[in-house]
């Protein structure tokens, strides 16, 4: 589901800028408050019925982090982001943390986690990597997925969310007129780098197996969802 929010190089939620802004941190909980059921639709796409470890790539305020945990009880469930602070927060939920910036690569995910237990079974191949709204500003998102893809069981998923189109939400005239102009604005900046997500998931060695555009009308306009298992080597 290709959900490209409007933040800054994070979300990654990638770089969050590291500001501990509280505005940033609610806008990623208003995201989340939109697009939850849709998110929880599209993990019952991936056919994974029970998994051991999932990587939440870009996990920014631990909506989707959240989301994993319900629905894999028994699983290791690592956060990977860029801002401390977020990490910190997460940390105190009981998620395994790593610190980095998705333009660097797929990270270790060993080395910075919670307990030794969490560590064992971060060490272990991934069933699961969901990157959502986290992979829109990275400079070489084939390089990051080619990481993901070797961090991956042999039947392991990758999902990838992110936006199909920036909402709208002004409707009266000179309104609309400025949000037009936003929208042109953020276009010029290149908030949409990829808007089709296929070729550089298949660049990074994958198999895009299900890609989907599926409308949210309030209040957003459009997504769509890429699910992705790790191919046969």
């Known amino acids: 589901m290709d959900h490209q929010p409007h933040q800054t190089r994070h979300n990654g939620h990638q770089p969050h800028q590291q500001s501990g802004s509280q505005d940033q941190h609610r806008v990623l909980d208003l995201d989340a408050e939109v ?64 610190e980095a910036d998705l333009d660097d690569g797929f990270p270790a995910l060993s080395g910075s986690l919670i307990t030794a237990d969490a560590v064992a079974v971060a060490e272990a191949p991934a069933d699961l990597v969901w990157a959502s709204s986290s992979l829109h500003h990275v400079a070489h998102p084939a390089r990051l997925l080619s990481g993901v893809r070797r961090a991956l069981a042999p039947a392991g998923v990758l999902v990838v969310v992110e ?26 900046e ?18 895009v197996t299900r890609s989907e555009v599926t409308e949210v009308r309030s209040p957003m306009s459009a997504s769509s969802a890429n699910v992705v298992p790790d191919p046969a080597l």
């Open 163 to 188: 936006l199909a189109a920036l909402p709208r939400f002004l409707s009266l005239p000179r309104e609309a007129l400025l949000e037009q102009r936003c929208h042109t604005a953020a276009a010029a």
């Open 190 to 207: 290149g908030w949409n780098q990829h808007p089709d997500w296929t070729p550089v998931i298949e660049a990074a060695g994958f198999r």
């Open 35 to 98: 697009f939850g059921d849709h998110l929880a639709a599209v993990l019952d796409l991936t056919g994974v019925p029970a998994a051991r470890s999932v990587v939440d790539l870009g996990a920014g305020t631990g909506a989707g982090s959240r989301l994993l945990r319900g629905r894999y009880p028994d699983a290791a469930v690592t956060c990977i982001d860029n801002d401390p602070e977020m990490l910190g927060l997460l940390r105190g939920q009981g998620f395994a943390v790593v």
